[in-house]
Structure formats: structure tokens, C-alpha cells
């Protein structure tokens, strides 16, 4: 099965209103003819402006988070109700630094999951484990845990997207190698495979994160299981159009 990739860019807490305008309007044209699904995630505030500078564009936008319930008293908490008035289409969920920070749970990330597909938003849900549990050979087990739990009852899992992020290569500039991340996404998909059966697992986009860079791209796609790059530092400058356009290279 074909699997289209997807590329999106987390800015994490980086870019003010203006940052970002300048940043997206250099970047649409050299992503115009991207073969990848194309998403930028920024910050809150600028959601609004990143919406309407990408309107009839091929480029997609994605919130970093977003609370499971449509309303109430949650002080600080956004709604995906209220991401989707925007014109927000994506949300980055479970990422290893809202469970590190922000006591994100299997449980939380399940609910918010399950949330954004019902407002017909592509939750891109994240799972990956630690140096410590890497070293202690626990890896695969957290993983899989993490998929068991924070992608059980799924109504259409094709529709998720899953991004694997060992921990210990986010914001490092430390990487997996190519055997290393193709491996855990193996895992992912013979985990959801499991749950959902072959179809669905061959459907589901895998995409591999931590201290993705144009340098290694090209090398990270080539592998099998991985069908994209959740890329952080390296979203922040217009040289993120040689990560999306890296079968262009």
C-alpha cells in the first residue's frame, strides 16, 4: 500500500505573530510543489495568521496540543472545537514534553485523540522512550505500551498519525540511526497491526522525530516503515523546505 509521507513542522514555544509571518510567507513558495503532506505547528497565538497566510496553499496547519473536552472550566486549556473554527486541521498529541512537563498520560493522549478525530482533525500522536529506558532494554516495551494505551478503542485508526520520538534524540542533535528508527516504527505498526488488523496498520503514516535535519532526511525516508519526520529546530528557519522537498534532493 502507498502511504502518502507527511512532514510537519513543531516550532514548540518559539515565533511571535510577526516571526511567524515572516517565516511561512518565505516558506510558501518553496514548498509549492512539495509531494508530502506539508503541516506547520506553531504556537497558539499565532494560529489565526498562520491560517490565513496558508489559505489555497498545500500547506496544512496543526495546533501542539489541545484539551479533550469542548468547553469548561480548564484555565489555560484550548478546545478543539475551537481549533477547528479556526481552520486548524491538525494536532500534535502526547508529545514527549507535555508528558515530561505537563503530566500527560496514555489516558489523556487516548482521550484527546479520540476528540480530534471526532471533529475530523488528523491527530498526530506521539510515543517513544527514554535514554535510561533505551539503555536498560525496555524500548520496545514502553512503546508498545504507549500505543496499546494511548491508541486503544479507536473508531478509524488510518486516520491517526503516529510519530515516534525517542526521547533522548529530541533537541539533542542526537539521531536513531536509520536501523534504529525504522525498527521502533516497526514496532508501531506490528502493534497496531495487532489491535486493528493488517489493513490498518499498512494504512497508518509512521513518522520519525528527533533532531531531523536536512542532512539526514534523505537517508531516514528511504527506510520502509517510516513515512515522515515530526521535525523540531530544524522547522524554525526556511530551510525547512529542504526537509519537505528531500525527494527533490
Not at 56 to 85: P, R, S, V, Y
Not at 122 to 139: H, Y
Not at 176 to 195: D, L, P
Not at 207 to 212: D, E, K, T, W
Request: proline content about 4%; glycine content about 8%; hydrophobic content about 40%.
Amino acid at each position: 500500500m502507498s502511504r502518502t509521507p507527511i512532514i510537519a513542522g513543531n516550532w514548540k514555544m518559539n515565533k511571535d505573530v510577526k516571526a511567524a509571518n515572516e517565516l511561512i510567507t518565505a516558506l510558501i513558495p518553496l514548498v509549492k510543489d512539495a509531494t508530502c503532506e506539508c503541516v506547520f505547528c506553531p504556537p497558539y497565538i499565532d494560529l489565526p495568521e498562520a491560517v490565513h497566510l496558508t489559505k489555497d496553499t498545500n500547506i496544512g496547519i496543526g495546533a501542539q496540543n489541545m484539551h479533550w473536552e469542548d468547553h469548561g472550566a480548564f484555565t489555560g486549556e484550548i478546545a478543539g472545537e475551537m481549533l477547528k473554527a479556526l481552520g486548524v486541521k491538525y494536532v500534535i498529541i502526547g508529545h514527549s514534553e507535555r508528558r515530561q512537563y505537563f503530566a500527560e498520560t496514555d489516558e489523556t493522549v487516548n482521550m484527546k485523540t479520540k476528540k480530534a478525530l471526532e471533529l475530523d482533525m488528523t491527530p498526530i500522536t506521539c510515543c517513544g522512550e527514554t535514554l535510561e529506558e533505551r539503555e536498560s532494554g525496555k524500548a520496545q516495551e514502553i512503546v508498545v505500551n504507549q500505543i496499546k494505551n494511548g491508541l486503544k478503542d479507536i473508531k478509524d485508526i488510518t486516520k491517526v498519525v503516529v510519530a515516534y520520538e525517542p526521547i533522548w534524540a529530541i533537541g539533542t542533535g542526537k539521531t536513531a540511526s536509520n536501523a534504529e528508527a525504522n525498527e521502533a516504527c516497526g514496532w508501531v505498526r506490528k502493534t497496531i497491526q495487532e489491535m486493528y488488523g493488517e489493513d490498518a496498520a499498512e494504512a497508518v503514516r509512521i513518522q520519525y522525530g528527533g533532531s531531523v535535519k536536512p542532512s539526514n532526511i534523505v537517508e531516514l525516508m528511504e527506510e520502509p516503515e517510516i513515512d515522515g519526520a515530526l521535525v523540531g529546530g530544524a522547522s524554525l528557519t526556511a530551510d525547512f523546505a529542504q526537509i519537505v522537498n528531500y525527494d527533490k534532493k
